[in-house]
Nanobody
């Protein structure tokens, strides 16, 4: 299993942007599909965005479509989440996750490894 470390969280005003990074180690990164999830206080962790290991197909939760963009750099073993036009309801701890040779994976249980999370706070 890979080890994942997120970074890039912080405090931002509504309408602003942040880019999260997730660095992977301990595996062949290019063989892993990657996902971003988030969890707000008192709520279940929810899917945000995913990118397949083969072909780089991306997919998103409806709540972030058109505002967030997931990408990966296999040479740097890193997956990114570009977040634009942030809203207070985007406030959460953001987690990246990996799945070996995954497909389109929306559910937590489908992923093999998780990072520790990074806090994103959007102030109005």
């Amino acid at each position: 299993q890979v080890q994942l470390v997120e970074s890039g969280g912080g405090l931002v005003l509504a309408g602003g942007s942040l880019t999260l990074s997730c660095a992977a180690s301990g595996g062949t990164f290019s063989s892993y599909s990657m996902g971003w999830f988030r969890q707000s206080p008192g709520k279940e962790r929810q899917f945000v965005a995913g990118i397949r290991w083969y072909g780089g197909t991306t997919y998103y939760a409806d709540s972030v479509k058109g505002r967030f963009s997931i990408s990966r750099d296999n040479a740097k073993n890193t997956v990114y989440l570009q977040m634009n036009n942030l809203k207070p309801e985007d406030t959460a701890v953001y987690y990246c996750a990996s799945k070996f040779r995954g497909g389109t994976n929306y559910q937590e249980y489908e992923y093999d490894s998780w990072g520790q999370g990074t806090q994103v706070t959007v102030s109005s």
